[in-house]
């Protein structure tokens, strides 16, 4: 076993399929010298050099449409998309191009590219910088989603997505490059559609994505100070979706929690709580809660930033809304 | 195709015969367009239909340059790109039909037709949507030490879009072996160029990059073949990327039914009269009525069978949407 980082286990998964194939290399800003805008690649130019580590303009829809170019012919690139909101340049080519080339041509095309990319609040960078977005790509057919919030498993699933054939949305969150986690030896690959069950409890399932994994596991921890037990879930791949191992989960909790960063109104967990309440509904005794931000763009001043976002104690409370102790 | 190329190559010039073929296939795909049009108005055939009569010899000159490996990508008026590239009138029509024999087997459409065996990375129905994925193609032979060239056709009306300016900007700066194909029909939809661009010399555009540019009469194919092939010799030699700036004319409407009120009565009979790359040819080849009947009838059969194949071809079934979205 050794501890890796988030960001360590973003690049050592890049590294290790750089090294095993030449049909990889990774394109982005500001990615060679400087190694990321968070790190993520540096020191890999030292090794694999700029053709491989390919520093490109400010050009999110030029980089993006070059990593679709190159992978139909054979690559498998990897792209950064530098912040999450600046997938929205890129989404033309996303959602027009890669997600569509395959279908359109009857299933001529083969489309291997993943693109990269964070968000999230918590540095206040405001309401340009700091999005979660994952949603929008949930809901075009063509493309995988990803989000994942442990070094392990963005470690692992960042490896099956440069392996899988299909495009892939790969989200990071900002706040989590620094958190540590002990992971084996040798990079095991997740398999792209397999949830995750981060803890086990009786009373209600918290299923959540990023940050909020986190949240909802320190929420976890208080609500069984008080005698609830609570089951976390982090689907990790939000398209497919483990539909399965959700429902599962509320079949033996009765009881559910949906929890994301991003704002609750069309979020992704508005899907899940549809799958939930339609795979689990004799089974609940509760209505699904839902925990997200607040419909607003992202305030600059912390004090706002912070107020929008969800954390620990919104999931606590949605908790307890679900088993009847709500008072809040 | 390609033994007609390297024939060509050895003596560097284009004899009566070669040309006489390019004529031939210039005008199987006028018919094949003529015909589309004629199955729309018939009620035959659903979706957006856009022809590319008048520009033939620009799709004919340019893909006959290409050598097998070369990729492009083409644009929403496909038809004449599609076929130049190896396509059968057969397997256009029956995607015209939305039927499996189709070259995108039903999926694609007019708008979104693909041929990967032959090199043919798909027409794209977004305006300058696959000029970044040529950079990206021709970036990918780069970086494996291939010999191919990637090519990207568009109109004059793309060079307004920030895909031109992006995937031109990385094409130059990684020195990447693509060409650049603008048609320039003077016309983006309805919109004279007068009108969508504030200088009249669209090359410039990709002189601002640092670009290698090359000027052709687009509607002498004979011009259109030559400078095409000196654009892929460019590209190909690891001398970067190319600007081929084809001056055309758009002899028809933007898409099929288009009444064409943006523009007099005088001006399309003009282009029809002294802009048509067919009658321009056949006066150079002085083909005689005789032999042109003769290639005509020809022509026409081939055309007439591929509407026959497409009417006898397989429908997909309606569950069938539901293959392809994931490999």
């Given at each position: 076993m050794a501890e890796l980082s988030y960001r360590?286990?973003?690049?050592?998964?890049?590294?290790?399929?750089?090294?095993?194939?030449?049909?990889?290399?990774?394109?982005?800003?500001?990615?060679?010298?400087?190694?990321?805008?968070?790190?993520?690649?540096?020191?890999?130019?030292?090794?694999?050099?700029?053709?491989?580590?390919?520093?490109?303009?400010?050009?999110?829809?030029?980089?993006?449409?070059?990593?679709?170019?190159?992978?139909?012919?054979?690559?498998?690139?990897?792209?950064?998309?530098?912040?999450?909101?600046?997938?929205t340049l890129a989404t033309e080519q996303i959602v027009n191009q890669a997600a569509k080339h395959r279908y359109m041509s009857g299933g001529q095309v083969t489309v291997p590219v993943t693109f990269r990319t964070q968000g999230g609040s918590g540095w206040s960078p405001g309401a340009q910088h700091a999005q979660q977005l994952e949603a929008w790509f949930v809901h075009i057919p063509g493309l995988k989603v990803v989000f994942a919030s442990t070094p392990t498993d963005v470690r692992g699933l960042l490896?099956?997505?440069?392996?899988?054939?299909?495009?892939?949305?790969?989200?990071?969150?900002?706040?989590?490059?620094?958190?540590?986690?002990?992971?084996?030896?040798?990079?095991?690959?997740?398999?792209?559609?397999?949830?995750?069950?981060?803890?086990?409890?009786?009373?209600?399932?918290?299923?959540?994505?990023?940050?909020?994994?986190?949240?909802?596991?320190?929420?976890?921890?208080?609500?069984?100070?008080?005698?609830?037990?609570?089951?976390?879930?982090?689907?990790?791949?939000?398209?497919?979706?483990?539909?399965?191992?959700?429902?599962?989960?509320?079949?033996?909790?009765?009881?559910?929690?949906?929890?994301?960063?991003?704002?609750?109104?069309?979020?992704?967990?508005a899907e899940v709580a549809a799958v939930i309440q339609y795979g689990a509904f004799d089974w609940l005794d509760a209505p699904v809660e839902r925990v997200g931000a607040k419909f607003t763009p992202l305030p600059f001043a912390p004090i706002m930033e912070e107020w929008c976002v969800p954390h620990a104690n919104d999931v606590l409370a949605a908790i307890n809304r679900t088993v009847g102790r709500n008072g809040n | 195709m390609l033994s007609l190329v390297a024939k060509v190559e050895q003596r560097g010039t284009l004899s009566r015969e070669e040309l006489r073929d390019f004529f031939r296939e210039m005008l199987l795909i006028r018919r094949f367009e003529e015909k589309v049009e004629e199955r729309f108005r018939a009620g035959e055939l659903p979706g957006f239909l856009h022809v590319a009569?008048?520009?033939?010899?620009?799709?004919?000159?340019?893909?006959?340059?290409?050598?097998?490996?070369?990729?492009?990508?083409?644009?929403?008026?496909?038809?004449?790109?599609?076929?130049?590239?190896?396509?059968?009138?057969?397997?256009?029509?029956?995607?015209?039909?939305?039927?499996?024999?189709?070259?995108?087997?039903?999926?694609?459409?007019?708008?979104?037709?693909?041929?990967?065996?032959?090199?043919?990375?798909?027409?794209?129905?977004?305006?300058?949507?696959?000029?970044?994925?040529?950079?990206?193609?021709?970036?990918?032979?780069?970086?494996?030490?291939?010999?191919?060239?990637?090519?990207?056709?568009?109109?004059?009306?793309?060079?307004?879009?920030?895909?031109?300016?992006?995937?031109?900007?990385?094409?130059?700066?990684?020195?990447?072996?693509?060409?650049?194909?603008?048609?320039?029909?003077?016309?983006?939809?309805?919109?004279?160029?007068?009108?969508?661009?504030?200088?009249?010399?669209?090359?410039?555009?990709?002189?601002?990059?640092?670009?290698?540019?090359?000027?052709?009469?687009?509607?002498?194919?004979?011009?259109?073949?030559?400078?095409?092939?000196?654009?892929?010799?460019?590209?190909?030699?690891?001398?970067?990327?190319?600007?081929?700036?084809?001056e055309t004319y758009r002899l028809s409407g933007h898409y099929i039914g288009d009444p064409q009120v943006y523009r007099s009565k005088d001006e399309q009979r003009d282009v029809r009269e002294h802009h048509d790359p067919l009658t321009q040819l056949r006066e150079k080849l002085e083909i005689s009525d005789e032999e042109f009947a003769e290639m005509d009838a020809e022509v026409h059969d081939v055309v007439d069978a591929s509407v026959d194949f497409a009417k006898n071809g397989t429908d997909p079934k309606p569950e069938d949407a539901l293959r392809n979205v994931y490999a």
């Open positions: 360590e286990a973003v690049r050592d998964a890049l590294t290790s399929a750089m090294r095993q194939d030449d049909d990889v290399f990774v394109m982005g800003e500001d990615i060679a010298e400087m190694g990321g805008s968070m790190g993520v690649t540096q020191g890999m130019v030292d090794e694999f050099g700029p053709e491989r580590v390919r520093n490109t303009p400010i050009s999110e829809m030029a980089l993006a449409g070059a990593a679709i170019g190159a992978a139909i012919q054979g690559m498998r690139p990897v792209a950064e998309i530098m912040y999450e909101d600046f997938l490896w099956s997505a440069i392996y899988d054939d299909n495009p892939v949305v790969f989200f990071e969150h900002r706040t989590l490059y620094g958190v540590k986690e002990e992971v084996p030896e040798e990079l095991e690959p997740i398999p792209i559609g397999k949830a995750r069950v981060h803890r086990e409890g009786e009373d209600v399932t918290v299923i959540a994505t990023g940050r909020l994994v986190h949240e909802a596991l320190a929420a976890a921890e208080q609500a069984a100070e008080s005698g609830v037990s609570v089951e976390v879930v982090d689907p990790r791949t939000l398209q497919p979706l483990d539909e399965d191992a959700l429902i599962a989960s509320v079949k033996k909790t009765n009881r559910c929690v949906v929890a994301h960063e991003a704002v609750t109104r069309m979020g992704f967990g | 009569i008048g520009q033939e010899a620009c799709a004919v000159g340019v893909c006959r340059a290409l050598e097998d490996g070369d990729v492009i990508a083409s644009t929403h008026r496909a038809h004449g790109h599609t076929l130049a590239k190896g396509t059968t009138p057969n397997e256009l029509m029956a995607e015209l039909y939305g039927k499996i024999e189709g070259c995108s087997h039903g999926y694609g459409g007019s708008m979104h037709l693909y041929d990967v065996e032959r090199g043919n990375m798909g027409a794209n129905a977004v305006v300058g949507g696959g000029l970044p994925q040529i950079t990206g193609a021709a970036l990918a032979f780069k970086l494996r030490g291939e010999s191919r060239v990637a090519l990207a056709f568009f109109g004059d009306g793309a060079t307004n879009i920030g895909t031109f300016h992006e995937a031109l900007n990385l094409a130059q700066l990684w020195q990447v072996p693509a060409v650049f194909v603008l048609e320039d029909n003077k016309w983006a939809e309805s919109t004279p160029e007068q009108q969508h661009s504030p200088i009249r010399d669209l090359s410039k555009r990709a002189e601002a990059f640092g670009m290698a540019t090359i000027k052709a009469n687009g509607q002498d194919v004979e011009e259109v073949y030559r400078a095409a092939r000196k654009a892929l010799d460019h590209a190909r030699s690891a001398k970067g990327p190319v600007f081929l700036h084809l």
